[in-house]
């Protein structure tokens, strides 16, 4: 293969993985937006709604597109009930301690799956489209990726339209900013902020089922995905949707282009640079609106 | 109130050193880890973490056998109780681990170790100190050579099942173009390396030489690079989820080669993760095939499925039934008051035991890895025998 | 100087309060020599552990708990104090002593020139680019596998051993919990610690006081470095083999969690949530499948219903305790 040509598949395959980077970094920050709470569960709570897919499709022969709906159903629930274990009634308190609580439940969740399914997976997961290759130009690039991309794309401009141009994303805006401000003026800040758990949680869950058809059904499935899902969102900046998409897109670049041309070993510790001269030029990230000290 | 600490410090260093050297004395010997009615076994497995999928199979196999041996009369009357402690296959854990079962457990034998780091970290403290150690998972070269008296395994290291596994592409197959990929735990790199040496000696060429990270969750970086080299066949030296993701990775980028790898390669997990992708895999394996219909293989599903009806079979986890019935045996031979030197004299005389999923075992003082040929297995809608070597 | 402006009741109380810190020490230090006398080398093991993790603990609640700033970095300085004793002293040859020195000044000059650049960012933009050093630094032990042994590990220095070998490493541990103790209550009682809660409090407030807050940010980060990297020579020193598994990222995530549960900005706080960590599990190793969980929801429920950490439950039980003494009376 001519060099240019690898190259520019590198770079593809880098828009790939990082576009389920940005899917997942979505979910996070419409959470952190709008609750104030890093939410480092969510990648667990997306691994079990993609397990509920998989038991639909398993235990009762469901198509794959009715048990995916199945799932959002139940990523939608799961997000409301943790939002109103967890986030309501520490709403007032500090968000740092919700934050570690979500650490806690993030253990607890990954250990509760691994004890059921721990000795019997990992388990293939179809995939919505095809996987096979098609033929871009000079290089192939797989259907399945081509469905992530435009999946991230869609999301994060469906989010960027709600947020702007809706009621209740200008509700939603408003308790992201300030909360007390906001329930002064008469919008329902617990439900919004409910919302945006169970939003987080379905977009979370798509992104899961997006995910195993090419990483396998596991309690491992989301491990080291979460933590790049939050450096991609900072990459970006956590107050604009293209910002995470791009940050997410170029990270996976930036990851697989080191990793080919530089070097497997160091990839992590470069990739990680990058973030940190990215932060450095700008400290709320590339596409921030500076918000000073309201990150 | 500094003054006060002191003083409270030293005290307590001179009770304690005092008291260290009294309890010191104060040790038996006799056989430890027996009793009127159990022997106690202990290990160490990666049950949670990197190694969790393999493992659990594993040790569901080795606890069916137990229990069986149990409910039919144990040996020499005795029920075996099998400790199993964690190590999150962190060898740091699995050290702990290994002084915890010897020292507070007080076990007869340490039994598989479930990993080839976690049993050299454990092994500075095993020569140390000389406690048996039966059959660790430990897919290396150093656990029997130079012999360790005290240490017996089966698990043919991966640099002799690639050497194995290279011949008979290379005679057999006429490959001329390998490419390596390994993960960079430990082993893998020193299995890849013997391959390609192995390769390079039979007039092969080896055009890449890939490897990727325990923590890689994305492949395709790994794929382009194999890809560019066009090679005809590519060993993988990983453990199964990483192995099929790269396959699959491979398959969505149109990188059509022929893969090829030791044991995990072939086992009934690539084929359920990877369906008909799986198809052509060739491997080279400790055990025999999961799907024949051999009595031996037969033996070990029923008595597997009828204490965990869940647990998919799988070649490691016939390894790990097959050193499970090595210990019982050897504990059977070694009579009704076995000692841990009986018992090393029992293994050392052992000459063609059949385990009935793996190749005959035999010993000698001299050579303490029991198993010294492999099978060749590929995958064809299931697996198929080619080579016994 | 506001120390001097005390009314004799404030004097009074605080030398109480410190005559029970003492009290309190003293028994600790005592409990903690006597146990090893009947435990095994199991058990030792795990209480050098805690030791180990409190000690860093207490130097991260400094930086968290005071200062109020996050980090998920601080397992990379615990890597750098065990690989940086270790390479020294087992590579070149250099007499424990002096590496030990030299491993401390390194981890110092490491932490300064991490927290130049972090410091010009804020809360979980700060987090991730500690988070950033933690991966840099385990990826740095993978990376120097010529020095390191990379994945396979290397065997940890060896000690001049006066007594059993898993004792002395215990005393040693123990010896600077006690010592990182009486350190962090003198720091947040001075000066250093007031301005710390100034610039946790807020900011803005604190430099109209005359506080830079990035100079005390940038104490409490080297300290909290120098605890943890002390720490990682203890550990070194402590462990039989190491390797770069024990050094991942999530390492520091458990420490920030310690901090946190256990109660931010206490003492005793830390060296709970340092007890929960390491003890829980292995109380529950009766079913390794059921221990995570507890552990899991134990943080959940904490949290959720004392956000003031263990410490805030502890607390409470005492205040009931003496209530019903109280109502008896």
Not at chain 1, 175 to 194: C, H, K, Q, S, Y
Not at chain 2, 134 to 159: C, G, H, K, R
Not at chain 3, 16 to 38: E, Q, Y
Not at chain 3, 138 to 165: C, E, K
Request: positive net charge; charged residues 10%; glycine residues 8%.
């Amino acid at each position: 293969m001519p060099v240019g040509t690898l190259f520019i598949q590198q770079v593809v395959a880098g828009l790939a993985s990082g576009a389920l980077y940005a899917l997942l970094a979505l979910a996070v920050v419409l959470v952190f937006r709008v609750s104030r709470v890093a939410n480092f569960a969510q990648g667990e709570m997306a691994m079990i709604s993609t397990f509920v897919a998989y038991l639909l499709m398993e235990r009762t022969g469901m198509p794959l597109l009715l048990a995916l709906f199945g799932d959002l159903l139940f990523a939608g629930v799961l997000g409301f009930i943790l939002y109103f274990a967890i986030a309501r009634s520490m709403s007032a308190g500090d968000p740092l301690n919700v934050t570690i609580s979500t650490l806690g439940l993030q253990i607890a969740l990954n250990a509760a799956a691994l004890s059921v399914w721990g000795e019997t997976q990992p388990f293939p997961f179809p995939a919505i489209v095809s996987v096979s290759p098609v033929r871009v130009g000079s290089f192939l690039i797989s259907q399945l990726h081509l469905a992530i991309i435009a999946a991230v794309l869609l999301a994060a401009l469906g989010l960027f339209l709600f947020f702007r141009y809706t009621m209740a994303g200008l509700a939603a805006r408003a308790v992201a900013l300030d909360r007390t401000v906001a329930a002064l003026m008469g919008i329902p800040v617990e439900r919004v902020i409910a919302q945006s758990w169970i939003l987080g949680s379905v977009l979370g869950a798509l992104a899961g089922a997006m995910f195993a058809p090419l990483t396998f059904l596991s309690s491992f499935m989301m491990q080291g995905f979460l933590l790049k899902a939050f450096s991609v969102a900072i990459l970006g900046g956590m107050t604009s949707w293209p910002g995470v998409v791009v940050g997410g897109l170029l990270f996976g670049v930036v990851e697989n282009v080191v990793s080919g041309y530089v070097s497997n070993v160091w990839q992590p510790a470069i990739s990680y640079i990058t973030i940190i001269l990215v932060l450095l030029l700008r400290p709320a990230g590339l596409f921030s609106t500076l918000y000073r000290g309201r990150v | 109130m500094i003054r006060k600490l002191a003083l409270a410090t030293v005290i307590v260093f001179l009770a304690a050193t005092v008291c260290q050297e009294v309890t010191a004395q104060a040790q038996p010997a006799t056989a430890t880890g027996v009793t009127a009615d159990t022997i106690v076994l202990g290990s160490s497995l990666g049950l949670t973490g990197v190694t969790a999928d393999i493992i659990k199979p594993q040790q569901s196999a080795i606890q069916a056998y137990f229990n069986y041996v149990n409910d039919n009369g144990g040996v020499h009357g005795r029920k075996i109780k099998w400790i199993v402690y964690d190590d999150q296959f962190v060898p740091q854990r699995a050290v702990s681990n290994v002084q915890r079962l010897v020292e507070s457990d007080k076990v007869f034998a340490v039994y598989y170790i479930g990993g080839t780091s976690t049993t050299a970290a454990a092994m500075g403290y095993i020569k140390d100190t000389k406690t048996l150690l039966l059959f660790p998972l430990a897919l290396d070269e150093s656990v029997f050579q130079p012999t360790i008296p005290n240490v017996f395994t089966i698990a043919t290291p991966y640099t002799y099942q690639e050497r194995l596994l290279v011949d008979y592409l290379v005679n057999t197959k006429h490959v001329k173009r390998f490419a390596m990929v390994y993960a960079n735990t430990p082993g893998n790199p020193q299995a890849a390396a013997a391959a390609s040496d192995e390769a390079k000696k039979l007039g092969a060429d080896v055009v890449a030489d890939v490897s990727f990270e325990g923590t890689t969750t994305d492949f395709s970086s790994v794929v382009l690079q194999l890809q560019s080299k066009n090679p005809e066949y590519v060993l993988v030296t990983s453990v199964i989820a990483p192995a099929a993701q790269l396959i699959k990775t491979a398959k969505v980028m149109g990188f059509n080669a022929m893969w090829a790898g030791p044991q995990q390669m072939v086992d009934p997990l690539i084929t359920k993760l990877l369906g008909p992708d799986a198809n052509g895999i060739l491997g080279v394996s400790i055990t025999k095939s999961v799907d024949e219909s051999d009595p031996g293989v037969q033996h070990y599903i029923q008595i597997l499925h009828k204490y965990f009806p869940d647990s998919p079979p799988g070649l490691f986890s016939m390894l790990a039934f097959a050193t499970a019935e090595l210990t019982v045996e050897a504990l059977n031979r070694a009579g009704v008051s076995p000692t841990q030197e009986k018992v090393t004299q029992v293994l050392n005389n052992m000459k063609n035991f059949d385990t009935g999923v793996t190749a005959p075992v035999s010993f000698s003082p001299t050579n303490h890895l029991g198993i010294n040929s492999a099978i060749m297995l590929q995958i064809q809608d299931g697996r198929a025998m080619i080579i016994s070597k | 100087m506001h120390e001097d402006f005390v009314g004799v009741g404030v004097q009074v109380s605080a030398r109480r309060r410190l005559n029970g810190f003492r009290t309190l020490l003293v028994a600790f230090a005592v409990l903690m020599g006597i146990i090893p006398l009947v435990s095994n080398q199991y058990v030792l093991g795990l209480l050098t552990l805690f030791c180990i993790y409190a000690f860093v603990a207490v130097g991260l609640d400094l930086l968290v708990g005071n200062c109020g700033q996050p980090s998920f970095g601080h397992s990379g300085f615990f890597a750098l104090g065990s690989y940086g004793l270790a390479v020294l002293s087992v590579h070149f040859g250099v007499p424990l002593a002096l590496s030990a020195v030299l491993t401390l000044i390194l981890t110092l000059l490491v932490a300064l020139s991490v927290a130049v650049p972090a410091l010009r960012l804020r809360d979980l933009s700060l987090a991730i680019a500690t988070f950033a050093f933690a991966v840099i630094a385990q990826t740095a032990i993978v990376g120097l596998t010529p020095l390191t042994g990379g994945v396979q590990g290397m065997a940890s220095p060896a000690m001049p051993l006066v007594m059993n070998r898993g004792l002395q490493a215990y005393f040693l541990a123990l010896l600077f919990l006690l010592l990182g103790i009486i350190l962090s209550r003198n720091l947040v009682q001075s000066r250093t610690g007031r301005a710390w809660r100034a610039v946790a409090t807020n900011e803005v407030a604190a430099i109209s006081m005359g506080i830079k807050p990035y100079s005390y940010k940038t104490l409490a980060i080297v300290i909290s470095a120098a605890y943890a990297g002390i720490g990682g020579m203890l550990f070194a020193l402590e462990s039989l083999h190491l390797s770069n598994e024990t050094f991942a990222p999530s390492l520091s995530i458990a420490f920030f969690a310690m901090v946190v549960v256990g109660g931010r900005a206490s003492l005793i706080g830390s060296l709970l949530g340092t007890a929960l960590y390491v003890f829980l599990p292995e109380f529950l190793q009766i079913n390794t499948a059921v221990a995570p969980i507890v552990f899991g929801l134990v943080i959940l429920v904490t949290l959720r219903f004392f956000p003031d950490g263990l410490v805030g439950l502890s607390r409470r039980l005492l205040d009931h305790a003496a209530a019903a003494k109280g109502a008896r009376a």
